[in-house]
């Protein structure tokens, strides 16, 4: 796995790729540097599941997030909700 410490460099870009024509080539530098040819539907897929993965972890984080802020305790049914303020519970 990659230290995220460091900046990561990828370079992305067209290659001929002899028999299957037109590939896409990803190349990462680092130690050892990492080079990857991907016929064009092999680069859709990794596309797409790059894009899921993110979405993911971004809605993870926001619910991560979300449970932080509630740490002030629990809200009432209805509250803050124009309008409905009569609708809440009241407790004594």
């Known amino acids: 796995m990659t230290d995220l410490s460091q900046a990561l460099n990828?370079?992305?870009s067209l290659a001929?790729?002899?028999?299957?024509?037109?590939?896409?080539?990803i190349r990462v530098a680092g130690e050892p540097p990492l080079e990857l040819r991907l016929s064009p539907p092999q680069a859709r897929a990794l596309a797409s599941d790059?894009?899921?993965a993110v979405y993911r972890a971004e809605v993870?984080?926001?619910l991560?997030?979300?449970?932080?802020?509630?740490a002030s305790g629990p809200r009432q049914a209805g509250a803050g909700l124009l309008g409905t303020e009569h609708l809440a519970p009241r407790f004594s």
């Open 10 to 12: 990828v370079k992305v």
């Open 16 to 25: 001929d790729c002899a028999e299957e024509g037109e590939c896409v080539e």
């Open 50 to 52: 790059l894009i899921q």
């Open 60 to 62: 993870k984080q926001s």
């Open 64 to 70: 991560r997030a979300g449970r932080g802020s509630n």
